[in-house]
């Protein structure tokens, strides 16, 4: 059964402090190439993609429970990508009529995904075949708090 998002019209905490986190997230690359007025459009540009982005949770059904994939995978790509747009300082960007340097941040961008997907999956084979990737269902419906650190997390 896929879950279905539903927003009710209404602006939550969360969803805010998500969107500053994700504006936060973009702006890291391009900090010290970029003006203060540039980093305005960087946040609000990363701040729709990535809400997009999380969106994609709810349709594809993948297990994110804390948006890391939507707000700081997307986000940074986003903020390394508008870098090569926004960059004025050291660096002429995109804006300043130098596509050369959006190149290299994708470039830099592809090669980091790449790396970091190989090393994941490296990774994630050995722990699959010394420990185990996932907990048994009947674990995960008692609850990992008092499973794996012998606590009660909510006392409902």
Do not use: R
């Not at 986003?78 to 340097?101: C, E, Y």
């Amino acid at each position: 059964m896929a879950l279905e998002w539903h927003h009710f019209g209404h602006p939550t905490s969360l969803g805010f402090s998500t969107g500053v986190l994700a504006g936060l997230v973009a702006i890291t690359p391009a900090a010290g190439f970029v003006t203060p007025v540039a980093a305005i459009p960087i946040g609000l540009i990363a701040g729709i993609i990535c809400y997009k982005a999380v969106e994609l949770k709810g349709k594809f059904g993948y297990d994110d429970s804390l948006d890391v994939f939507g707000v700081h995978g997307v986000g940074g790509i986003t903020g390394a990508l508008l870098t090569g747009v926004f960059a004025s300082i050291g660096s002429a960007g995109l804006l300043l009529g130098n596509s050369s340097q959006l190149v290299t941040q994708l470039e830099g961008v592809v090669a980091s995904a790449v790396y970091s997907s190989v090393c994941t999956l490296i990774i994630g084979f050995i722990i699959n075949k010394t420990m185990g990737l996932k907990v048994s269902e009947s674990e995960e419906n008692i609850g990992l708090d008092q499973i794996q650190h012998g606590e009660v997390a909510y006392n409902i």
